[in-house]
């Protein structure tokens, strides 16, 4: 077995993002920029990539907290 990614990894990304946007647990999703991202490359399979050099931030939502009552 063998696995190509997608070469546009941006395009993955959102598609990760549009899946988990309705998902129960999770409170935001936000684009963050990386400058220290690279926006093309070769991987270590040798598969050529590109992006935008932005990673998809997800923030779980937890239980609510406690108010402690007078």
Not at 32 to 60: C, I, K, N, S, T
Request: glycine share 8%.
């Amino acid at each position: 077995m063998t696995h190509n990614t997608d070469p546009d990894v941006s395009a993955e990304r959102d598609y990760v993002a549009r899946t988990l946007a309705a998902a129960p647990g999770v409170a935001r999703l936000t684009l963050v920029g990386l400058p220290q991202v690279p926006r093309r490359g070769v991987d270590d399979q040798g598969d050529r990539f590109y992006d935008d050099a932005r990673v998809l931030l997800v923030e779980l939502a937890g239980p609510a907290p406690s108010i402690p009552r007078p």
